[in-house]
């Protein structure tokens, strides 16, 4: 499916990613890999653990899926999402747990593109919303997600924006 968004110059053809594709999946890496050496992702490489066992536990995983751009060259960007349930609507939602476009594409439509995509994957499985995380200083990102239709969670705005925790085990 070719998207064409006002913001981009050239096609962008957005897929719902074949993790037993043997050329994905190395798209799937290189992308991931990319996203892990920059800052916001870590700053280091995609560890060797992740490079042999991501995609398969991906393709194990109930409900996940990954969404890839590419150009007529190269792969451009991915969405990589896990279905989950929203107790409050007693119905599933999608969580987009990355989101990466190459340096070079930024700023094109990319990431709009897959977001539409995922949104539309999202409803065909009944879902009531999409959620992600994003660090607080990672600018570029908050406003391409503003642009199609995040903002921060919050109930009641008398009690304050939703922070993401966690705790390693």
Same mark, same amino acid.
């Given at each position: 499916?070719?998207?064409?968004?006002?913001?981009?110059?050239?096609?962008?053809?957005?897929?719902?990613?074949?993790?037993? %594709?043997?050329?994905?999946?190395? %798209?799937?890496?290189?992308?991931? /890999?990319?996203?892990?050496?920059?800052?916001?992702?870590?700053?280091?490489?995609?560890? %060797?653990?992740?490079?042999?066992?991501?995609?398969?536990?991906?393709?194990?995983?109930?409900?996940?899926?990954?969404?890839?751009?590419?150009?007529?060259?190269?792969?451009?960007?991915?969405?990589?999402?896990?279905?989950?349930?929203?107790?409050?609507?007693?119905?599933?939602?999608?969580?987009?747990?990355?989101?990466?476009?190459?340096?070079?594409?930024?700023?094109?439509?990319?990431?709009?593109?897959?977001?539409?995509?995922?949104?539309?994957?999202?409803?065909?499985?009944?879902?009531?919303?999409?959620?992600?995380?994003?660090?607080?200083?990672?600018?570029?990102?908050?406003?391409?997600?503003?642009?199609?239709?995040?903002?921060?969670?919050?109930? /009641?705005?008398?009690?304050?924006?939703?922070?993401?925790?966690?705790?390693?085990?």
């Amino acid at each position: 499916m070719a998207l064409l968004t006002p913001e981009m110059s050239t096609d962008v053809r957005v897929v719902m990613a074949n993790y037993a %594709d043997h050329r994905q999946a190395e %798209d799937i890496l290189s992308l991931m /890999d990319e996203y892990s050496r920059h800052p916001f992702g870590g700053g280091g490489p995609l560890p %060797d653990k992740c490079r042999s066992e991501l995609v398969p536990k991906l393709a194990d995983f109930p409900g996940a899926f990954t969404v890839l751009a590419y150009d007529d060259t190269q792969a451009l960007g991915l969405v990589n999402c896990l279905t989950g349930f929203s107790t409050f609507a007693c119905m599933p939602l999608i969580n987009i747990h990355d989101v990466i476009v190459r340096e070079g594409a930024r700023g094109q439509g990319v990431c709009a593109a897959m977001m539409e995509f995922v949104a539309r994957e999202a409803k065909k499985r009944g879902c009531c919303k999409l959620t992600m995380e994003v660090l607080e200083k990672n600018l570029p990102a908050k406003d391409a997600y503003r642009k199609v239709g995040f903002k921060p969670y919050t109930l /009641d705005e008398e009690f304050g924006l939703a922070e993401f925790w966690q705790r390693y085990l």
